[in-house]
């Protein structure tokens, strides 16, 4: 290979590799200008609740143009699904470190079941979500909920097979209790929101709700007495 063919090799490399930089330093960048947003849109939702706060509102507490911010958001609930997701992943994981230390199973599987359902209500009170606004919300909710769904129930089943073997409980199949525990869960909560949005409340109790998992563990650990 001749002198001159080494360099032409040699700066087209350092052209892809300042190319390859410049690229990722965009990238940086761009997720920077994401977290501020979100963190922004999470203390105006707060403040304002989601119905009413505007990307004008989120815009000038971020200090953008709106023109800006319709670069990395077109919508305001994009913002608080986003968020509100990833930040359920945190607390599921923290929930899920703190249930293993529990030594019960039922204990282990109450606990689970109604911190989660508690988080989830609490996110929607701080951040007044409204009941026509949750309408709106749920079909892309569910849609981005999945993955998080499936972790969980391999979570519960995990947590009942060490039941099993430790013979603390006898069970056929864990994995379809666990399936069913969470699904039942999640339709408790999803039905009395209905009802809401039906009736055209302006709140939603999950009291009622609270109270049907607290019996559904109950049924399936210790039966129909």
Same mark, same amino acid.
């Given at each position: 290979?001749?002198?001159?063919?080494?360099? *032409?090799?040699?700066?087209k490399c350092l052209k892809n590799e300042?190319?390859?930089? *410049?690229f990722s330093q965009a990238m940086n960048k761009r997720e920077q200008v994401k977290s501020r947003i979100e963190q922004a849109a999470?203390?105006?939702?707060?403040?304002?609740?989601?119905?009413?706060?505007?990307?004008?509102?989120?815009?000038?507490?971020?200090?953008? *143009?709106?023109t800006s911010l319709y670069y990395y958001y077109k919508k305001k609930e994009d913002i608080f699904i986003e968020?509100?997701?990833r930040e359920g992943e945190k607390y599921i994981q923290t929930l899920q470190e703190a249930t293993a230390e529990k030594t019960e199973?039922?204990?282990?599987?109450?606990?689970y079941l109604e911190s989660r359902f508690n988080y989830y209500t609490q996110v929607l009170n701080m951040n007044r979500v409204s009941v026509e606004t949750l309408h709106k919300l749920l079909p892309r909710f569910f849609e981005l909920y999945d993955a998080l769904m499936h972790r969980e129930k391999e979570f519960l089943t995990a947590l009942l097979e060490k039941a099993i073997q430790e013979k603390k409980i006898k069970m056929k199949d864990p994995k379809e209790v666990a399936s069913v525990l969470i699904n039942f869960t999640d339709a408790l909560k999803h039905n009395v929101e209905q009802q809401a949005i039906l009736k055209r409340e302006t709140n939603i109790d999950y009291t009622q709700s609270l109270k049907d998992i607290k019996t559904l563990v109950t049924l399936i650990f210790e039966g129909i007495k």
């Open positions: 290979m001749c002198l001159t063919s080494f360099s *032409n090799i040699l700066t300042k190319l390859l930089f *410049n999470m203390e105006c939702f707060e403040r304002y609740g989601l119905d009413k706060t505007t990307l004008e509102d989120i815009a000038k507490a971020v200090g953008l *143009n709106k968020v509100a997701l199973i039922e204990e282990c599987v109450a606990f």
